[in-house]
């Protein structure tokens, strides 16, 4: 079981995950640090020398299940990255404190068409899973999200560091010869901030 804490919302709930072996998914070249998806920080980055020790599994190829998925679309940039994640994560916890819907997982975010372009757009969604029958409101969105087949790693550490992720799986999905799709989704399974040991985060790339 993992414990998600939202600080910014006051909240937190108990997920049961259960996780194929190896758990985690590949990344593709260049994607960006991203700190946590609730608690936006104005702290300076930690320096490399002085980052502390994370663990990332080793590297499996497995397809993680569909889900019905409540969430926000938008078109961003990689240099409007963090900025939209903290608006629209913020939006997300907002509608959930409100009483206006249930999440039953973590927080997915789902990335297509990503490139190393900074200026390029790209589709990014960020959501939850919620049970069968939840109704769409406002601008968010419901529908299934599909089945995702994927190259897979386990990060846990401090979510600063999560790029540490992205270091082992792209050599690795490299180096098996994977042909990569153009979907890469994060699921951030414990998170209590950037700065946490314990931060628990599936990092994956879609693979054919």
Known sequence: MFEWKCGMNRFKWIVTIVLVSGVGCAAPHHVPL???????TSRPASLPSSRPAVSVSEMTVQTLPSLTFFFESTRTTPLDLQRTIDRVTADLAQVANDGKVTY??????????????????????IGFPVPEGTRQFGRFQIRKLAAFHCAAVTFI???????????KLDPAVDAAGLRRTDEVREVYLSWEGPDF????????VGVK
């Open 34 to 40: 991203l700190l946590s998806p609730w608690t936006p």
């Open 104 to 125: 039953s997982g973590p927080c997915v975010f789902v990335f297509r068409g990503r490139t190393a372009e900074l200026r390029r757009p790209f589709t990014l969604e």
């Open 197 to 204: 040991p314990g931060d628990q985060v599936l990092v994956g």
């Open 157 to 167: 550490g401090p979510g600063s560091s999560i790029d540490k992720a992205y270091d």
